[in-house]
């Protein structure tokens, strides 16, 4: 099926030479691949960020924790370059190549790998009787015909004990999670300091493990099982694969080191193909999966050239396509997605939580490629503010949402007001950007927020840092009206004013939209 166009960065002048002349075009790009990073920051937006960091406290309090939480591990890569390495979760004498489950848990492996492999994960249920060691008490090289030794939580005195696989729920995938996590921020630090040993540990860890996972196949069902058409590389749902937000961020800041060193970025980007590939392939198409699927594929994109740099035609501009517009058995495209709200209410038809969920996460994709492509999608699927703004009618008067159905008394997620802060500064919509603000102001006088701190890169670069100065707003009423009904999820609010002191409301619910009936049942 023919792809249809999407909108992508604003190309150089010359790339479409390729209508007169376009062999030595494409050669061209071949050889030219784009600047890094751009995932969260651009090169030329670098000075401006040492500047806010000079003048911001919360800012630099945040780089300097992140790096005397990380030096101690740096220093020790230093003396001692096989010690986090070794902590990686990998089949390290085995090297399975192709790995296979039984149900919901790990079976075997089979096949020799020229190289470690990545191990999957021990079980798709969550619940363990053990416990997630500290990186300190990690065996090294763990790969024992007896399994994982873990302390059981279980046991009086939670002694130490050889476990099987199977028995460990998901271990394995959190310590490479976090492993990997050290070796993104490593990176960051790398690119903002320029010191050689951020990047040398970032580089250990990251190489070391995409080779094992370019080296192992996608794992298998030993017998015909659901779950085969719902595994990631690493863990037994695609919607789990959180790591990959880490690989992506840790090569976008260290791509330089990596391709001046010979790293082999051929290989590592084929590990990036293969995960969206397995991220399209497997899955659910029709409900909040998809867009933690899509949020996956979006950092992989971005972290891919463009289309012509390879072979296969599958770079930055495919996998983005396939985010916004192609449809396949497993994955929805947004542009069809959106239609799923009331597109008067802008009310997804499922319960509060998840309408919360949906909306974060659809802006979240919208921000994170805007940000490199600068496309504005938000402006493109007005949809997606409706959406997010509509939040504000699940509110009652003392700040906390309504609870129909498998849902709960909540917070909003403050996130995707930040991200909605972000795109009006961005794009001058100041009325817009100072409503938005005196609600955030609200919140915070109430105590249900704050922004004191910053606590994670993507917060660092995603958040405006000054709030413009606008007071905070008394009640919600520029948001929220007397009555409202959404007829996709039979629920109906009727208010009288909108403070804790003088507000009432009453919400109503028959059983339309998912999650929605009693209880959730």
Known sequence: MERQS????????????????GLLVLCTLKLSAQNHPEIYIKNIEKGAFLTRLNRSGKASTFVAAVKSHLDPYVERHQEDPEWIVSRLQMYWNTKYQQIYVNGMDFSHGEGKAPVPTVRFSGSRDWATDYLQP????????????????LQNGKKAGQPWEWVKPSETGHIIERINEEIMKLAEEAAFLYWLTEDDKYAVFAHDIFVKYTAGMYYRDPPLTVEDHKNAMLMGLQTFEV?????????????????DY????????????SVFQKWAD?????????NNWNLMQALYITYLALALENDQFY?????????????????SEKQKALKDVVKNYDQETGVWPEVAGYNMLVANDMLEIFMLMDNTLNNNLVAQYPIIEKANLVIFQYLFPNGFTVAYGDAKHSRMRFNALELLL?????YNLKEKENLITAQLKKFMADGAYSR??????????????????????????????????????????????NSPGNGMMISENASLGNHSHTNGV
């Not at 992506?248 to 260290?254: G, I, R, S």
């Not at 397995?278 to 029709?286: L, M, N, R, S, T």
């Not at 072979?311 to 449809?327: A, I, S």
Request: glycine share 6%; proline share 5%.
């Open 134 to 149: 500290e990186l300190e008490d990690v065996r090294p090289y763990m790969d024992d015909p007896r399994g994982l030794y």
């Open 239 to 255: 919607i789990h694969e959180r790591v990959v937000e880490h690989l992506t961020v840790c090569y976008d800041f260290l791509y």
């Open 6 to 21: 999407t909108i992508t960065r604003a190309q150089p002048l010359g790339t479409t030479v390729f209508i007169f002349a």
């Open 452 to 497: 004191d701190k910053i606590s994670s890169l993507f917060q660092l670069f995603f958040y405006v840092e000054d709030l413009s100065d606008v007071p905070a707003a008394t009640s919600f009423s520029d948001l929220v009206s007397p009555t409202f009904y959404a007829p996709n999820v039979s629920w109906l609010v009727q208010r009288n004013g």
């Open 278 to 286: 397995q991220e399209i392939k497997y899955g659910v198409p029709g």
């Open 422 to 426: 972000s795109n009006y500064q961005k």
């Open 311 to 327: 072979e296969n035609g599958k770079g930055q501009e495919y996998y983005t396509d396939q985010v916004l517009n192609q449809n």
């Open 258 to 269: 990596l391709r001046n060193n010979q790293a082999d970025l051929d290989m590592i980007q």
